[in-house]
């Protein structure tokens, strides 16, 4: 079983930014995506960004021009630096990797942006 490593959450104020990480050391399956969501309690997780092996990039619109994702291969670690970060950035952020038969999630860290 795989399991996804995240850090970099915490309380930051409205204008400030922070830098999430996700590694998922022992993998060995190929997979195409990695990515971040983020889900309010009893909402369904919704995408935040994500990266494919290939280096297409895809942002939800409500985060384009503030956040960017970035992936190092050789480590197999996916970042989301955040700036310009507004109240309603405030959630739980979930990491994830996926691909053909495969689909894993890290456990979320919490994201707090205080106004």
């Known amino acids: 079983q795989v399991q996804l490593v995240e850090s970099g959450g915490g309380l930051v104020e409205a204008g400030g930014s922070l830098r999430l990480s996700c590694g998922a050391p022992?993998?060995?399956?190929?997979?195409?995506?990695m990515g971040w969501y983020r889900r309010d309690p009893g909402k369904r997780p919704e995408l935040v960004a994500t990266?494919?092996?290939?280096?297409?990039?895809y942002y939800a619109d409500s985060v384009k021009g503030r956040f960017t994702i970035s992936r190092d291969s050789d480590e197999n670690t996916v970042y989301l630096q955040m700036n310009d970060q507004k109240p309603e950035d405030s959630d739980v952020y979930y990491c994830r990797i996926f691909g053909t038969g495969i689909d894993y999630w890290g456990e979320g860290t919490q994201v707090t942006v205080s106004s």
């Open positions: 990266v494919t092996t290939a280096g297409k990039i």
């Open positions: 022992g993998i060995t399956s190929s997979f195409n995506s």
